[in-house]
C-alpha cells in the first residue's frame, strides 16, 4: 500500500505545526461567515400551517418550538407511499446525539424532524431506527414548499413572540458537514475513503457515500 513519507516525531510536529496555521485560518473563516449568517435577512411565515405532531396530535408552526425561540429542522426525505428508506437522511439521523436536545435547550433551540409523509408511516420508521429526536409530518401543508425543500435540507426558524420567521437553509454539503462520522473521518488518514477525494495513490475509494448503510444493515462485524 502507498503510504505518505515516514518522518521522525520532531519532523513531523514541524509538518503538523505548518497545518495548524491553515486550520485557525479556516476557523476564523468560518467565525466571519457565522457571523454574516447571523445578520441574514428573515422571511416572515403566517400561514395557518397544520403539522402532526409524533403523538398524532394536531400542531402549529408555533407548537414545534416547545416554547423556544430557535427551531432548526432536518427535513427527511420520507414521502407519503414511499417504500424505501433514504440512506443519507438516515445516516444522518443517527449521528444526532440522544441529548443534545439538552445542550441546545441550554441556548433556547429545540431540533426536529419533519416529512412529507404521514405519522402512520413515519411512526414505523422511527421505532425500527430507535430514534428519539422529535419527529413531525408536514403533511398536507405548504410548509415543505414554503421553505424550498426539494429533497433532504435543513432549515432554522426563529420565533419572536408570535411571529415566526424563517432565517437559514442549506442542503447538499452544507448539511454534510454537520455529520459527526464524517468529521472523524476527515481528520483520519483514509477520510472518507471516497472516490472525489484527493488521497494519496492507493487509498482505499469507493463510490461516493455508496457505502453508507442504515445503521442495522451493516452486520455484527461493523458494530
Known sequence: MARPEIVTAEEWQTARDA??????????????????RRRLPMVRLDKPYRLVAPDGADASLIDLFAGRRQLVIYHFMLEPGQDWLC??????????????QAH???????????????QAEIEPV???????????????????DDLRVDGFALNVLLRDGDEVFHTYGTTARG???????????????????????????????TPTMRWLRPHDEYGDHHA
Open 175 to 205: 448539511v454534510d458537514r454537520l455529520r459527526l462520522d464524517f468529521n472523524l473521518l476527515d481528520l483520519t488518514p483514509h477520510g472518507r475513503q471516497e472516490a472525489w477525494e484527493d488521497s494519496p495513490p492507493g487509498w482505499p475509494q
Open 19 to 36: 497545518l495548524l496555521v491553515k486550520e485557525k485560518e479556516l476557523t476564523h473563516a468560518l467565525d466571519a461567515l457565522a457571523a454574516q
Open 87 to 100: 440512506t443519507g437522511c438516515s445516516t444522518f439521523t443517527d449521528n444526532l446525539a440522544e441529548h443534545s
Open 104 to 118: 441546545l435547550g441550554a441556548r433556547d433551540t429545540r431540533l426536529i424532524l419533519m416529512a412529507r409523509a404521514p
Open 126 to 144: 422511527r421505532r425500527r431506527m430507535s430514534w428519539t429526536v422529535p419527529w413531525y409530518s408536514s403533511h398536507g401543508s405548504d410548509l415543505h
